[in-house]
């Protein structure tokens, strides 16, 4: 599939491939580079605001940032049960 064909709302880019990433998705849809999980869930959020979910779709590795996927996925989890609403 392309990444076309998935057709996202917006994309949140994160880590040491953000830019990758961001070039992928150029001119597709909306896409913000975040400096932290906390700053990329907001930011999903503001994409979202109401309209819709906000899914974590790791496109690569993040062992810039955590030392496993739990971690990473822990960190989310902590983030979204902290937030108002």
């Given at each position: 599939?392309?990444?076309?064909?998935?057709?996202?709302?917006?994309?949140?880019?994160i880590?040491?491939s953000?830019?990758?990433?961001?070039?992928?998705?150029?001119?597709?849809?909306?896409?913000?580079?975040?400096?932290?999980?906390e700053?990329?869930?907001?930011?999903?959020?503001?994409?979202?605001?109401?309209?819709?979910s906000?899914?974590?779709?790791?496109?690569?590795?993040?062992?810039?940032?955590?030392?496993?996927?739990?971690?990473?996925?822990?960190?989310?989890?902590?983030?979204?049960?902290?937030?108002?609403?």
């Amino acid at each position: 599939m392309s990444l076309a064909a998935a057709r996202p709302r917006a994309v949140v880019a994160i880590g040491e491939s953000a830019d990758e990433i961001v070039a992928a998705f150029a001119g597709q849809c909306p896409v913000e580079v975040a400096d932290s999980m906390e700053s990329a869930v907001v930011a999903a959020g503001r994409f979202a605001s109401g309209r819709g979910s906000v899914l974590l779709s790791p496109a690569c590795s993040s062992f810039d940032w955590y030392d496993s996927y739990v971690e990473r996925g822990l960190d989310f989890q902590r983030i979204v049960a902290s937030l108002d609403g």
